[in-house]
Structures are given as C-alpha cells and as structure tokens.
C-alpha cells in the first residue's frame, strides 16, 4: 500500500531534550516535505527536500533540522525543543519537479508535546 | 508575497445547504491545490487547477480557477455530514523557489 509514515505518533518531552521524528515512504517520491499545523494558522511548511542530499526552508524553519540522505526518508530533528514547538507535524511527499503541479501525500501526523 | 488569502474562516450550515469557500492571491499563481482535512485526521488532496478559468467537478464540489489566475473557489452543493472538515488551497512558489504554502483553511461544520 503506498503511504507516508511518521513516527512517533505522540510524543511529550521536555524542554531541551533533542529528539526526531522519522517520516517514510514507499512511493519512490523525490519532494518530501515537513509542515506544523497550529490552531488558526494552518499547515506551514517546515523544510523540503527535492531529492537525496538536497533541502531547503520552508516558511517557519527556525529551530529544526532535516537531513535527506536516502530517497524514502526525511526526518526531523529538534535539537533542543522549546513549548512553542508544541505542535502537531506532518511529512508529505510528491512526485517529482519539486512537487509543483503534483498532489501532496501526508503521513498520518505526530502530535508533539514540549513541557 | 506568496501568501494565499482563505475565507471564511469558519462556516456553519444546515446540511442540504450550500457552502463556498475562496482563496485569493495578491500574486498570480501557477497553480492552486485544494485539500480537505477530517476532523483528526491528515490533508488528503482533492484537485489541482492550472488553467485560467479552469472549472472543475467532482460529484457535488465545483473547483474555479479565476481568469486572472488570483484567485480560486470550492463550492460543495447539498451539504452532507460527511463534507465536515477544514479546506486548504496550496499555492506553490514560482522559478527556482518550490515552498508550498497553504492558506489558513476553512472549517466546514454540518448540521444534520
């Protein structure tokens, strides 16, 4: 079955203590992606990557980091995470041309909690 | 800049009523995507529009492309329970910048 898989799903941490969250998926995809959805903001995009060893920022990519060495992963990593870094996270992925003009498969979100 | 404008925040409607929600931009767009997001769940893609004054159907959603390509529109006929959910329309960046930005969403709510 294709699909985007992010885990964990849940997570509360505490404050400064790194961690990442993985993002899969099995559809050969070039453009991945990770967005933060926030109560009246909407999904606002994190880091993309068109392809293996190339990322670039999204719109809010302050105090996070991504790596993108294997084709069918793209995780996320905190260094140290702050409460406003509470959130829920999604990754996505899309076809090629750095997904412009292609639809956007999400993983199933991971719910994060910075105490 | 590459913002993209949603309105109305929120909607409330009897089910069987009509619901429209708009995505507007100060800039032209290359393309505009919609997604709908259930309650808990994630962003499932709907559609994608390219073409100026582009209209396109799926059973009781109508998608619009503006003439000038600024601005775009999800209608859904006769309301249904099962439309309940936040809609997003995407805009992608233009050249070389390939951020995709979504607009705050419209909060679909039906009562049955």
């Known amino acids: 079955e294709a699909q985007v898989t992010q885990n964990p799903r849940y997570l509360i941490t505490v404050t400064g203590k790194k961690l990442t969250v993985t993002c899969s998926q099995n559809m050969n995809h070039e453009y991945m992606s990770w967005y933060r959805q926030d109560p009246g903001l909407g999904l606002r995009q994190i880091y993309y990557?068109?392809?293996?060893?190339?990322?670039d920022k999204g719109d809010v990519p302050e105090g996070y980091k991504v790596s993108r060495k294997e084709k069918r992963n793209f995780p996320l990593i905190l260094e140290s995470p702050s409460p406003n870094q509470t959130s829920l996270y999604f990754c996505?992925?899309?076809?090629?041309?750095?997904?412009?003009?292609?639809?956007?498969?999400f993983g199933p979100g991971t719910r994060l909690t910075v105490t | 800049g590459q913002q993209v404008m949603q309105i109305p925040q929120y909607q409330h409607v009897q089910e069987g009523e009509d619901f429209t929600t708009y995505c507007n931009s100060s800039?032209?767009?290359?393309?505009i995507q919609w997604y709908k997001q259930r309650p808990g769940g994630h962003p499932v893609f709907l559609i994608q529009?390219?073409?100026?004054?582009e209209v396109k159907k799926q059973k009781r959603l109508t998608f619009q492309f503006g003439e000038a390509k600024k601005n775009s529109s999800l209608h859904i006929t006769a309301t249904q329970t099962t439309d309940v959910g936040t809609y997003f329309c995407?805009?992608?960046?233009?050249?070389?910048?390939?951020?995709?930005?979504f607009g705050k969403g419209t909060l679909l709510t039906v009562n049955p």
């Open positions: 990557s068109m392809n293996v060893e190339v990322t």
């Open positions: 996505a992925s899309s076809l090629s041309q750095g997904g412009r003009g292609y639809e956007q498969y």
């Open positions: 995407a805009r992608h960046g233009r050249g070389s910048n390939y951020k995709l930005t």
């Open positions: 800039t032209t767009l290359s393309n």
């Open positions: 529009l390219v073409k100026s004054g």
